[in-house]
């Protein structure tokens, strides 16, 4: 009688609270139908793993940075376990043996729906191998919300603990959904958080691994005028960020993007009146994709999550002249980066320590993915 009573009481409360209409909008399988203003939009707390709201990439495709991954729907790269979703890389040695690396032949187009190419573009869908330009030497994956949650304006907060070891390049980023203003960088892309998995990687003597984290914004009118070196923050912590959990924020509102790590302010991005073509100092002439969105354009559309561990790539990121106990051994401008770094596997492989507890260390793991709206 009493538990009736409750219920009724709670019942009535539901009803008669009002929902206050949001600026947040949203899309997708699991999207809700009314988004009330403040209300928890998305969440996952990985009690199991989800592939409805979690669609994996599958491709060789090295997310245009040439990084050495090879993304797929597999167990052994992303699984949940009490309560945690794992990020885990392994070796493509592992599964085809190591002179399939330099001779074999890789088609991820076929099969099922669930295992077909996500990305041809790079190669990314058939490659074969040879002595100087192997196939892809790690396994590991990516994982999207682009089919069943996308939004535009809300709070993020992700509860994870980084991998560690050498080259690896975690990330929990945005892409836009629509692709409203061009392709990259037209539309943009909100980096929540990157990092580099080496514990003693050092540029002047300031650690850029595992104690720093990086968050970006990319957006211009073409590749090569990608103004994101005016909003990228990095926050670093002598306590390395595998060492436990912290939450990883994103306040993204009509007026500015926000990023913050356990509650504290990172970086923020505030266009004026002309927008992000004034903040990143484009000229506002034909090029400029954005003059009739909003000053937030590209960020006034919806964008999705991802998450992935990669590792290496070409692009900078983890720079040439930065200095590890071993050093990297590829150039960014060698036509063999993957070789050369397959081949200098003794050097790097201990720091992975994937064959201790589980390959944990190297692993990027989420506790939740909150989303909620404004
Ligand atoms: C998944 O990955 C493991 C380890 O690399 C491999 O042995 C297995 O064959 C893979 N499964 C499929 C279905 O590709
Ligand atoms: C989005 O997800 C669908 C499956 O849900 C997939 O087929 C498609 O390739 C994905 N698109 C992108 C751009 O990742
Ligand atoms: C690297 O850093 C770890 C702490 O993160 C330390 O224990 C270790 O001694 C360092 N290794 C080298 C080779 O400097």
């Known amino acids: 009688m009493k538990f009736r009573l409750l219920a009724g009481v709670v019942a009535l409360a539901a009803v008669t609270s009002a929902c206050t209409p949001s600026v947040t909008t949203v899309s997708g399988t699991h999207a809700p139908v009314a988004v009330c203003s403040g209300a928890l939009i998305f969440a996952d707390d990985f009690e199991q793993f989800d592939l409805e709201k979690w669609h994996h990439e599958n491709t060789l495709a090295g997310g245009g940075n040439w990084e050495f991954q090879y993304y797929s729907n597999n167990r052994t790269n992303s699984f949940t376990n009490n309560g945690i979703l794992y990020i885990r890389p392994s070796l493509t040695s592992d599964q085809f043996g190591e002179g399939f690396l330099s001779s074999g032949h890789l088609n991820v187009e076929e099969g099922a729906t669930a295992d077909r190419c996500t990305n041809p573009q790079w190669y990314g869908c058939d490659r074969t191998g040879t002595p100087t330009n192997i196939l892809n030497p790690i396994k590991s994956a990516q994982i999207q919300t682009n089919n069943s949650f996308n939004f535009r304006y809300g709070r993020v907060e992700v509860r994870a603990k980084l ?212």
């Open 163 to 374: 991998p560690a070891g050498d080259w690896l390049w975690p990330a929990i980023w945005l892409l836009p959904a629509f692709n409203t203003y061009g392709s990259w960088p037209s539309s943009g892309e909100i980096d929540l958080m990157e990092s580099r998995g080496n514990r003693n990687l050092t540029v002047k003597g300031v650690n850029i691994g595992v104690q720093e984290v990086d968050c970006s914004l990319h957006f211009g009118p073409r590749p090569d005028l990608d103004a994101w070196q005016k909003t990228t923050w990095s926050q670093r912590r002598s306590q390395g960020f595998n060492e436990a959990f912290h939450n990883y924020q994103l306040e993204w509102t009509p007026d500015f993007l926000k990023f913050c790590i356990d509650n504290e302010e990172i970086g923020k991005a505030v266009p004026g009146t002309g927008g992000f073509c004034e903040y990143g100092k484009f000229n506002n002439n034909d090029l400029n994709p954005w003059k009739y969105g909003t000053k937030m354009a590209p960020f006034d559309q919806k964008f999705y999550l991802i998450i992935n561990v990669a590792v290496g790539g070409t692009n900078g990121y983890f720079p040439d002249s930065a200095t590890n106990p071993s050093p990297k051994p590829w150039k960014d401008s060698s036509t063999t980066a993957a070789t050369d770094f397959w081949k200098s596997r003794d050097a790097w492989l201990p720091t992975w320590n994937l064959d201790k507890n589980n390959g944990w260390d190297a692993s990027l793991q989420i506790d939740y993915i909150k989303v909620w709206a404004l």
